[in-house]
């Protein structure tokens, strides 16, 4: 009685290993086929990757001001009062020329202990508190004339020296760029239809997608060139640099807002029937 169930117990033991050992077996012998059929080509058909090109201008519409506001005092609070007044003097000024108050930025004011030496002094001394604070003035339209008008008003108020430079309103860059990726579109299902007349192939569904900016990138799209000047004239410059203005010294010489080529490069990677 015992040993039959030894038994029973081995035979069971020994189909379950077979199941297993089948298993294991069939396993590796589909995933051999799989990577022979694959290494033959088979049936299996890599995805091909189509890319395309749109190339549109653009002009940048808008000036950009970009003046440090520096304001001394005894204390902390002399010197924060005087900025917040400098600031306020400016906006006012500013929108006598029809620059809103909203498009006179200005960034975090930093506060500080004021410290100056002389020859004569063997360390620095802290004399007052000095306020700093980053500020952009935005111009809509790069009109010419405003952009001077606003250079003489911040001459009135003492200001001697401030940066300008171009850029492009985001309205104006979302729909330069729905222009060029439906460009670029248009060149890829051209590619597309151009490659299945010469090969028999048939495209199916899009699996992938990328979008990207060249030459320069998305980021001096925004900085799009303006001409360097002097007192002779204007010349060409690297992009995303600004040019230094002295308001003391009239007239002024605007820059010319410059042309830009930007081609957006789009690619698609299509199923292959």
């Keep these: 009685m015992e040993s039959s169930k030894k038994l029973e117990v081995s035979g069971r033991i020994f189909v379950l290993l077979c199941l297993f050992l089948v298993g294991l077996f069939g396993y590796f012998g589909f995933r051999m086929y799989e990577i022979w059929n694959t290494a033959h080509g088979g049936n299996f058909q890599q995805p091909i990757n189509i890319n395309g090109d749109g190339k549109f ?13 520096n304001e001394s005092g005894e204390t902390s609070e002399i010197a924060t009062q005087k900025s917040k007044e400098k600031m306020a003097a400016v906006r006012a000024v500013l929108q006598e020329i029809g620059i809103k108050p909203a498009d006179v930025g200005q960034g975090y004011v930093n506060t500080f202990e004021n410290f100056e030496s002389s020859p004569k ?8 508190f000095m306020t700093s604070a980053d500020i952009i003035i935005v111009i809509v339209n790069s ?7 606003a250079f003489q008003k911040l001459k009135n108020l003492g200001i001697k020296n401030v940066d300008f430079s171009y850029a492009v ?29 010469l090969t028999g192939l048939r495209f199916g569904r899009v699996v992938s997608y990328y979008d990207e900016y060249y030459p320069y990138g998305e980021l001096n799209i925004n900085a799009v060139g303006m001409g360097q000047c002097d007192g002779k004239g204007c010349s060409s410059f690297d992009f995303g640099q600004r040019q230094t203005i002295s308001l003391e010294n009239e007239p002024y010489i605007i820059p010319e807002p410059r042309e830009q080529e930007v081609t957006i490069r789009l690619g698609l990677s299509f199923e292959v029937k």
């Design 57 to 69: 201008t653009i002009v940048p519409n808008i000036g950009k001001i970009y003046w440090n506001l």
């Design 121 to 128: 002094q063997k360390a620095p001394e802290q004399h007052g």
């Design 143 to 149: 009109d010419a004339s405003k952009i001077k008008l």
């Design 169 to 197: 309103s985001d309205e104006e860059l979302a729909e330069k760029k729905q222009l060029g990726r439906r460009l670029a579109l248009e060149d890829i299902m051209e590619k597309s239809r151009q490659i299945s007349e």
